[in-house]
């Protein structure tokens, strides 16, 4: 498969901001909507786009707060309701009545519940590393709660890197991406500031979230999911994608297959041939 094809850059105006996108292939290909993962951007899909471009118009947004999309206004929290309204808001202005739908970690959560609230839309789902919302199994409820609401309101300040190379190290560092695979995110996901580079992002995305879904509401909204649903996972699993729990998650949705790839967390970047095969093997 060719990866020659180019990204082209789109905005995206919803009533109270603007996402920015990047999208590939020709228009008037079936659409497949890509979300990203948390402090991700639409970059997370350079390697793997291309090599459906053959197929999909492919549409990689940047979540609000992301990337190049607006951040949302103030007083505003970054809950995953927010994301799934973005998200249909802005398949309601690309005109795009059936699509399939892409998510890798966040996105993949987001993903699953644009699923489970527009089931007439979605023609297909594609999950890598992720099927639901995180959830909650009530050991951590009050100390997260409380911690949520002692944590400064505004969230971290923004670090100032003296070149792009610093800010893909810090990634790496942090979450031992390598950087080869970092570099198209962070390259996105930064701008020029006075004494170097900062991060673009919204810093309330770091906020911590007062209350998370009990797991049996996330299996719930889980069981609304119509669409045929093809499930990705890292082998071995992530630490926060325990085996047992998604088994059980994946249990609550009608027609799903899960398939395992040796691999990290970001496997979308670190085997895109691979990841294109399976999904276009899904067809």
């Keep these: 498969m060719s990866t020659t094809e180019t990204a082209r850059e ?10 920015a996108a990047r999208t590939w292939g020709d228009e008037a290909a079936p659409p497949l909507l890509a979300l990203h993962g948390w402090l991700d951007n639409a970059g997370s899909y350079d390697r793997l786009a291309p090599l459906l471009a053959t197929r999909y118009h492919v549409i990689a947004l940047d979540l609000p707060g992301h990337g190049h999309s607006d951040h949302l206004p103030d007083g505003a929290s970054y809950h995953w309701p927010e994301y799934v309204r973005a998200v249909l808001g802005a398949a309601d202005v690309l005109g795009l009545a059936h699509y399939a739908l892409l ?16 089931p007439e839309r979605i023609e297909r789902l594609l999950l890598i590393e992720g099927l639901g919302l995180l959830g909650d199994d009530g050991s951590q409820t009050l100390q997260r709660f409380r ?77 609304g999911i119509e669409a045929p649903t093809r499930l990705l996972l890292a082998e071995p699993a992530t630490s926060y994608l325990p085996s047992e729990p998604m088994r059980r998650r994946a249990e609550c949705v009608r027609d799903i297959r ?3 790839l040796a691999g990290g967390h ?18």
């Excluded at 998510?103 to 527009?118: D, E, Y």
């Design 266 to 283: 970001h496997l979308q970047l670190e085997h895109p041939e691979a990841v294109a095969d399976w999904m276009l093997d899904q067809e």
């Design 147 to 223: 911690d949520a609401l002692n944590a400064d309101p505004a969230g971290k300040r923004l670090r100032t890197f003296a070149s792009i190379g610093q800010a893909i190290s810090a990634r790496t560092l942090a979450t031992g991406l390598p950087a080869d695979q970092a570099r198209p995110i962070i390259e996105r996901a930064v701008r020029t500031v006075d004494g170097g580079w900062q991060w673009r992002s919204d810093p309330r995305i770091n906020r911590l979230t007062p209350m998370r879904l009990a797991e049996s509401q996330v299996h719930a909204l889980l069981a």
């Design 258 to 260: 899960v398939t395992h």
């Design 10 to 19: 789109r905005r995206i105006t919803l009533p109270t901001l603007t996402l």
């Design 103 to 118: 998510g890798h970690s966040l996105g993949a959560g987001i993903a699953s519940m644009v699923a489970a609230a527009r």
